[in-house]
């Protein structure tokens, strides 16, 4: 019995070292370890943002934003753009709205979906690009932001890089289409005590060109579906201990 379980606790933490570190306090699995806390660094002079919407069970509205890292530390010292009750900024550049209570998403609305929105940005070459969501609540306003997770007021990360093989869609759809070859990235919308962290309520990408590529991927599903069976075989082991225990009593 103890080989046994031995050998299933060692390949449940192999499994986690393929999938990346999980926060122990966290009760959801698939949670925001998953999230991308390195910067986004413009490669060139322009980059290219694709929008390609949200998931179609996001109730609350939100608009993209792009900021310098000056544009950003000017908004968070001062003024009332990242407040609750929402105001001015003082620079940065709003791309993509989505409005309160809109569910479906006009770009996945397969077999004919919509092309998605686009916004060109002219940026300094090696500068980060701190990506914003404005979170509509109905007139009431959350922010979170790329790169450093301690700007996020719950101190995680709340943008994930997907890679290049595209997007998956919920709802009975696959890949998202025109996702698929981009540097594909989603926001999560709300905090950790009410996230189903699957990154995918404001999704937008960028041409691998434009920015140093990210390396902090979401794990695939085969690899999800992979921990998920190596946990459902440890909790198996943990009943069998037990019951086996209670026979000895």
């Not at 908004?75 to 550049?93: H, K, L, P, Y």
């Not at 809109?102 to 701190?130: C, F, M």
């Not at 007139?139 to 932001?145: C, G, I, K, P």
């Amino acid at each position: 019995m103890r080989t046994m379980t031995t050998r299933i606790s060692l390949a449940f933490v192999a499994l986690l070292t393929l999938a990346g570190p999980l926060r122990a306090d966290h009760p959801k699995l698939f949670g925001p370890t998953f999230g991308m806390s390195s910067p986004i660094l413009a490669a060139g002079s322009s980059l290219f943002v694709s929008y390609f919407g949200w998931e179609n069970t996001t109730v609350y509205g939100h608009t993209v934003w792009a900021f310098t890292a000056a544009e950003f530390s000017a908004n968070a010292s001062g003024g009332t753009c990242f407040a609750w009750a929402g105001g001015s900024c003082s620079g940065g550049t709003a791309m993509f709205t989505k409005n309160y209570g809109a569910y479906t998403n006009p770009y996945l609305d397969l077999p004919t979906p919509t092309a998605p929105q686009t916004y060109t940005l002219a940026w300094t070459p090696g500068t980060e690009v701190i990506f914003g969501l404005q979170v509509n609540m109905n007139n009431n306003w959350l922010w979170f932001f790329s790169g450093d997770p301690t700007r996020n007021y719950d101190q995680l990360a709340h943008v994930a890089y997907f890679g290049t093989a595209g997007v998956a869609g919920n709802q009975g759809v696959g890949i998202i289409p025109g996702t698929q070859g981009l540097l594909a990235f989603g926001f999560e919308d709300v905090g950790y005590e009410h996230s189903d962290w699957d990154f995918d309520n404001a999704i937008f990408t960028l041409r691998p060109d434009d920015i140093s590529p990210p390396t902090e991927v979401v794990p695939e599903p085969a690899t999800m579906t992979l921990l998920g069976s190596g946990l459902i075989g440890l909790a198996a082991a943990r009943k069998k201990r037990r019951l086996a225990a209670a026979r000895d009593v």
